[in-house]
């Protein structure tokens, strides 16, 4: 079934009526998302929040009803969208939105199509979501840290093509999409120690990490099979392949290699793991306390091929562990209980063809690489819980939020749980910012939550050598960690504050709370700017830093994400030069400026 899905049991979830929900949904977050963006600029039909919003040609129309909230926030009743040509009402159609709004949207020649088959794998995804027994979100908020992360209904709240994973099958996605939640056995590599490069961090080597993952069974069959082929395990390092990776990548592209035994593929391992919403990171659920591994994936997802360079693996384990020490040296970081899990190991091949024929960035030198990164799970004590924090803004089939379910569990005033959640959350954010001007992304995707009865106590931040970034040109940094300093213009430092966590989160959670009415918008963002007043208040020796960094200010810059998809969907980002590919659109006007 993973790789030949023989049977119409394949796309059993592929029906007239989910396809129908599915384009309804995602044109609603087109039009939300895209008018947040001003890529749209609806009409107002009447004073009582009906808009229409016309194709290139003017022939189709669009009418729909939605409430602005915050932050130019755009909440679309999915229900209300109506199609309309030459007098006639039409079904909404996904694809065809696309099409007809194609210069609006700046959908070029090149990118249309691969970016409407993005589309039809996102269309696909919400179908098979479909086909799951509904969970309130009362429910979710209850179950376990897998059964929350496997039961999110959508992915990256901005993006519009968030789940295109162009390059699974219908086999594969059941067997490897995170909502699937089929549990998977790695395929193991041998790499020849001169082709590999390993890094470990402080008090880490490779016998006890490798054996500390496979135990002494696995270790024991895998040298057999090298014996039985005339090698000696201790000549090679051990990889950890994503399944897909090995059967669609690796076995054909790195043929010369294997042939050569360079490579060799010594089966799966033992341990069951769990996909996460980042698709490529596995969960150990047969021993929760064990690593997570972050695989390569060459597979389109959002913008990205999701491979993993070798070359950049190589610091990872050392500016891991100099971010853990900074927080461990900082008193107000450990008073919030702000904690990272570590990316401890790193591994990488170095495939010296392609190495020579191909520029830096390449997705040809991002096949074979992989890392190892704690659980939190060792960490937790008492009645304490995990979920990602992509969880508050997941809301049910009845419209309610996770976040609204904690709340009601907790037993508090809702504008005291945000408090507590934006102390665990902001606080180290604020901090990290105006201390060491360190920079997370902080999305709900790479946070997690620690709750206890309802309550988040603390937060965990992850997927930190790839996404943090210090932005003081004159901070001292060590030499193996100097690949995080970037050169971002001083009016747009604050807008890894504004847009990540105002714009990319707080605008959602805001909005969803005041539609099911469990918290008014105002108090939202007056809790939001007694959180940051609070936190500016514990440290005045900052004050310099906030009066040059304004949280207060009037207004920022719109940071248009989907702009960056819409325009190159192979390669939205620099990631040496974040700053210089953002899409800049006018300006937002700051929540929290009246408080």
Partial sequence: MTT???????????????????NRLLIRKALAEFSHERLLAPT??????????????????YRFAARRFALDHWQVDAASITRHRHGSE????????????????????EVLPVYLEEISSTLAGTAYKLTKEPTTSAQLAVAGFQAIETGMTEGHPCFVANNGRLGFGVGEYRAYAPEAATGIRLVWL??????????????????????GELG????????????????????????????????????????????????????????????????????????PGKHYVKTALSVLNMGFMRGLSAAYMEATPAINDWLAGLIERDDLLRGAG?????ERAAIGYRHQAYEAATAKGSPYLKMLAALWRESPVPALSGGERLATMASLIHTDDEGRSVAGALIAESGLDPADWLRRYLDAYLVPVLHSFYA?????????????????????????FKDIAEEIAVMDPDAVLPPQVERIRADVPEDMKLLSVLTDVFDCFLRFLGADLATEGVLDEETFWRTVAACVRGYQDSVPYLADKFERYDMFTEEFALSCLN?????????????EDPAGALQLTGTLRNPIAEY
């Fill in 44 to 61: 107002p039909l009447d004073d009582d929040g009906g808009y229409s919003v016309r194709s290139d040609d003017g022939t189709v129309e």
């Fill in 90 to 109: 039409l079904p909404p159609d996904a694809l065809e939105f696309f099409v007809e709004l194609r210069s609006t949207l700046g959908l070029s020649a």
């Fill in 190 to 211: 041998a790499a020849r120690r001169d082709r590999a490069t390993f890094t470990a961090g402080a008090g880490l080597d490779y016998p006890s990490l490798i054996a």
């Fill in 338 to 342: 702000f904690s990272i899990i570590r």
């Fill in 216 to 287: 002494e069974e696995t270790l024991g069959r895998f040298a057999a099979t090298m014996k039985e082929l005339g090698l000696d395990l201790d000549d090679y390092l051990l990889i950890p392949v994503h399944p897909w990776q090995w059967w669609n990548k690796l076995a054909v592209t790195f043929a010369g290699e294997v042939a050569q035994r360079h490579l060799v593929c010594l089966g799966e391992g033992e341990d069951a793991y769990l996909a996460q919403q980042s698709i490529r990171t596995f969960f150990n659920t047969d021993h």
């Fill in 4 to 22: 030949h899905p023989a049977t119409a049991a394949a796309v059993r979830h592929l029906t007239p009526e989910r396809w129908a929900v599915a």
């Fill in 436 to 460: 060491y001007d360190l920079v997370f992304m902080p999305h709900g995707e790479n946070v997690i939550l620690v709750i206890e009865d309802g309550v988040v106590r603390r937060t965990v």
């Fill in 563 to 575: 702009r960056l998809q819409l325009r190159n969907n192979q390669q939205m980002v620099d990631l």
